[in-house]
């Protein structure tokens, strides 16, 4: 891969890595900067001070990629019917949504669905079909364990009805993202390979391939994950990796993580969270 030199302009095109199996094209890593003086929203929040550069990643779309994801949205659409079936919120659901919103959730996923800490994900701008799974997912129904397992998730929506969920899906989704960046350049080249090409060696899909070349996602079932924490990242493929979170359609995830090693992670981790 042709990484761009720090001198280079912002927008400067490098040369296209070629062999990617899914998504060969040009990568056009810019807006290097460093962070030293503009820690941003970590340093509010005591994180160290070190120097790491701000990078944000351009993926351009190649057609190819949305393959494996066609195929594996048929093999899921099924399961997932029932789940995305629509009933409009009354009028006062609306208004317990947007109080909801504002006076718990954003205590978490901050105000404008951006999160602050790394450890809670950005909800901001994500599909809302996504994010009504996950709403669904993190409850117990009918005193059956929760699809997805998490303590906080699971208290923060033991109350919610469908269509309480349903807004909120929508509220978080209306909002814009404020995307996080990449942080270690040494580990790119690793990242955007895993990301763009997988490793067929060792029967690994690429990420391009379901998540879009420039990880927005294939809504409903396939998340946008660009921008988001990569330390949320991290953590997610772990869980995946070792069955922790399990509410995969069709083990889509459990099958990648699997083949990820600690490295992997990190490395495809921070790619994305650069990725534009
Ligand atoms: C006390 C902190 C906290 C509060 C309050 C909170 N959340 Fe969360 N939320 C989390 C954490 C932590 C996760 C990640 C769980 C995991 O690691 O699996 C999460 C995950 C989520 C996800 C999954 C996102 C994804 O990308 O998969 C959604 C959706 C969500 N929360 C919505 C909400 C909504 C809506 C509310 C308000 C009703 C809310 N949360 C309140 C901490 C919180
Ligand atoms: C075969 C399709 C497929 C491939 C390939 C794939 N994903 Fe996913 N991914 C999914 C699906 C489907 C979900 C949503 C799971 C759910 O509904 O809970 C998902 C969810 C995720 C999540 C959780 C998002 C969140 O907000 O909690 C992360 C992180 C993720 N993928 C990262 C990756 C990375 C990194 C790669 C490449 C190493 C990758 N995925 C490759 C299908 C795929």
């Known amino acids: 891969m042709d ?54 990643i351009q993926e351009r779309h190649a057609p190819e990629v949305t393959m494996i994801a066609r195929f594996s949205i ?11 079936a629509q009933t409009a919120p009354t009028p006062a659901d609306q208004a317990r949504i947007k109080l909801t919103a504002e006076s718990i959730c954003a205590a978490c996923h901050g105000a404008d669905g951006n999160s602050i800490l790394a450890v809670n994900p950005s909800l901001a701008g994500q599909h809302p079909g996504y994010l009504f799974k996950q709403l669904h997912d993190f409850k117990s129904w009918d005193g059956k364990p929760a699809v997805r397992d998490n303590a906080v998730m699971a208290g923060m929506t033991a109350a919610l009805s469908e269509a ?12 814009t993202l404020k995307p996080e960046t990449a942080k270690h350049r040494e580990t790119l080249a690793l990242g955007q390979k895993i990301w763009r090409a997988g490793d067929t060696s060792k029967g690994l899909a690429s990420c391009a391939g379901c998540h879009g070349p420039a990880g927005k996602g294939i809504p409903p079932l396939y998340p946008s994950i660009h921008g988001q924490h990569a330390e949320y990242i991290e953590a997610q493929l772990k869980a995946f990796r070792v069955g922790e979170r399990k509410n995969d359609p069709a083990h889509a995830m459990r099958d990648v993580a699997s083949r990820l090693t600690d490295a992997e992670i990190k490395a495809v981790a921070d790619y994305t969270a650069g990725l534009r």
Not at 164 to 175: E, H, K, N, P
Request: net charge positive; aromatic share 10%; proline share 3%.
């Open 3 to 56: 990484l761009p030199a720090f001198e280079r302009p912002a927008k400067a095109i490098s040369a296209a890595e070629g062999g990617g199996r899914s998504c060969g094209r040009a990568i056009d890593i810019s807006k290097w900067a460093w962070r030293n003086k503009d820690m941003g929203k970590r340093k509010e929040h005591g994180a160290k001070r070190v120097a790491v550069y701000n990078i944000s």
């Open 74 to 84: 048929l093999l899921i659409a099924l399961t997932a019917q029932s789940v995305f």
């Open 164 to 175: 309480d969920m349903r807004g909120l899906a929508a509220y978080f989704s209306s909002q």
